[in-house]
């Protein structure tokens, strides 16, 4: 695995302000600071105020006033920003608008609909990871235990994630000792990182496990996000049971924006 370096700053352009939503809720999760601009206008002036460059944009081509094209151009015309990264956010793929882009200064372009996993190997490919304290090897290998158990005894296994959304600061270590006390002796409450808990729930389908979050969803302090997802239904090991639920924790969180 690559070693996470620092924190690193994220510039997403585009007019739709769901795509905006998700780009910022899929990227800050991976520990990116991210801010969001909905025409090339108010992205110009973020540059330009901005004291400390941002180590990556992202840009729609269809922009009111003034398209992406004209954006990077601008954008490139500011020489400090000449060997900042840009990556192209658009539904059009065929080749005349590749080709535009890569030479008004774009040096990657993700297609519309994305996924959340597409889009994080794209940045990470252009500005490298982030430092973040998460646990997610660590639930990767719970998982494939509990996984490898559900197999042999031809059984559901339900993954719940829990997310935390709020101004106040919560202890997260604490709230997963409280849970525990609420669940079976066979389920584990696991810490991901400062504002997620994952509950496995072996011998669980899903309605079993939107039972277990309905009963949880009343200890929790504050305002939450959740998602299920079950094995096999929605995976068949544990890296797709994980990728499922991150896509389907940031719909969740994007849909009640």
């Not at 490298?128 to 660590?138: A, I, Q, S």
């Amino acid at each position: 695995m690559e070693e996470r370096e620092n924190k690193k700053n994220i510039l997403v352009v585009d007019d739709s302000v769901l795509i905006r939503l998700m780009a910022k809720n899929i990227l800050e999760a991976e520990g990116y600071n991210v801010e969001a601009a909905a025409t090339a206008e108010e992205a110009i002036l973020k540059v330009k105020n901005r004291e400390e460059l941002f180590d990556l944009v992202i840009v729609d081509i269809n922009l009111p006033n003034q398209n992406g094209f004209e954006f990077i151009r601008k954008l490139k015309s500011e020489e400090k920003y000449r060997g900042i990264p840009v990556m192209i956010l658009s539904a059009d793929a065929t080749a005349p608008s590749i080709r535009q882009a890569v030479e008004a200064g774009a040096v990657e372009y993700l297609i519309k609909p994305f996924k959340a996993a597409e889009l994080v190997k794209r940045v990470v490919k252009l500005i490298g990871y982030v430092k973040e304290e998460d646990h997610y090897p660590e639930l990767k290998e719970l998982l494939k235990k509990e996984i490898n158990r559900a197999k042999r005894g031809n059984e559901n296994l339900s993954l719940v994630l829990a997310q935390y959304n709020g101004e106040i600061k919560i202890e997260i270590l604490k709230i997963a000792d409280q849970l525990k006390n609420k669940l079976r002796d066979i389920d584990t409450v696991f810490e991901v990182d400062k504002n997620t808990l994952a509950l496995i729930l072996p011998v669980t389908g899903a309605d079993g496990a939107a039972v277990v979050r309905k009963k949880i969803k009343s200890e929790l302090p504050g305002k939450w996000y959740f998602c299920i997802c079950t094995y096999p239904d929605n995976g068949k090991n544990e890296e797709e049971i994980i990728n499922f639920a991150k896509e389907s924790l940031m719909k969740e969180i994007s849909d009640s924006g």
